[in-house]
């Protein structure tokens, strides 16, 4: 048993050591950029190429998706609400494992190719976030649905022009929920280790650095990575800010 005196030495000891490796991690995190690193532009660099094609590919689907579901009704539209939710919370490395094996040499594309490449983690990411945009965009619209459907009856109001009358309505709503799809792509770490294979100079990203560098003990750099990776998440949603404030001050005179 350890006396209290013993217990707040060891306190001490892991509060000081945490600080230790903050600080180192700051520091190195501060240099990597100031000195613009090479590596660690290629690793920036492909993450974000990798995470803003998944986007674009997701937008593409998961959008038409949300409006047909928001905005339509047709037969087993539960069970497909259901099953797009249900799709949400697919396990990362499920979704890595079911990828791999169809891109394998043995598997359905195995002759494409595309195992261990930034292709096969694009197909993964879009996977993962086309669901996540797909859903939260059908609640937005289907709500704007409900409350202009029967002005929109009445006016005899087309189907595409109602459609585009509620993706303007609710474009805002529409980027925080790109942004949230933006967010589980350059967060992901399972899926794209698995397809990806965390090759340096080919298929390394943030998040599989930086599992990787803790996994080598290198907790100060890995944790100067995660800094970094924040930082660029945060300036993703500061632009986002911005642009919101720009179209608000347009619609509206300021």
């Not at 990798?50 to 674009?56: C, M, P, Q, T, Y």
């Not at 996977?127 to 005899?156: G, K, M």
């Amino acid at each position: 048993m350890f006396s209290l005196k013993d217990q707040n030495v060891l306190i001490d000891e892991i509060k000081h050591t945490f600080m230790s490796i903050f600080t180192e991690a700051i520091t190195t995190a501060f240099s990597l950029i100031v000195n613009v690193d090479a590596d660690l532009m290629e690793i920036i660099g492909l993450s974000m190429k990798v995470s803003l094609s998944a986007l674009l590919i997701a937008c593409f689907f998961g959008l038409p998706i949300g409006a047909l579901m928001g905005t339509r009704d047709f037969a087993f539209k539960n069970t497909a609400r259901g099953i797009l939710t249900a799709l949400m919370g697919v396990p990362p490395v499920v979704v890595g494992l079911i990828v791999y094996l169809y891109l394998s040499r043995s598997g359905l594309f195995g002759a494409l190719e595309l195992l261990y490449t930034p292709s096969a983690m694009i197909i993964a990411q879009v996977i993962l976030i086309t669901p996540i945009i797909a859903a939260l965009s059908s609640q937005i619209l289907e709500d704007l649905h409900e409350e202009y459907r029967d002005l929109f009856t009445s006016l005899v109001v087309p189907p595409p022009k109602a459609l585009l009358t509620y993706l303007i309505e609710a474009r805002y709503s529409l980027l925080t929920v790109i942004l949230a799809g933006f967010g589980r792509a350059i967060s992901e770490v399972g899926a794209v280790m698995i397809v990806g294979g965390n090759i340096d100079h080919l298929t390394r990203v943030m998040t599989t650095a930086i599992a990787l560098e803790t996994s080598k003990g290198e907790l100060a750099l890995a944790l100067a990575l995660g800094l970094i990776l924040l930082i660029l998440a945060l300036i993703v949603n500061f632009a986002a800010q911005q642009a919101k404030s720009l179209l608000s001050v347009q619609r509206y005179g300021g």
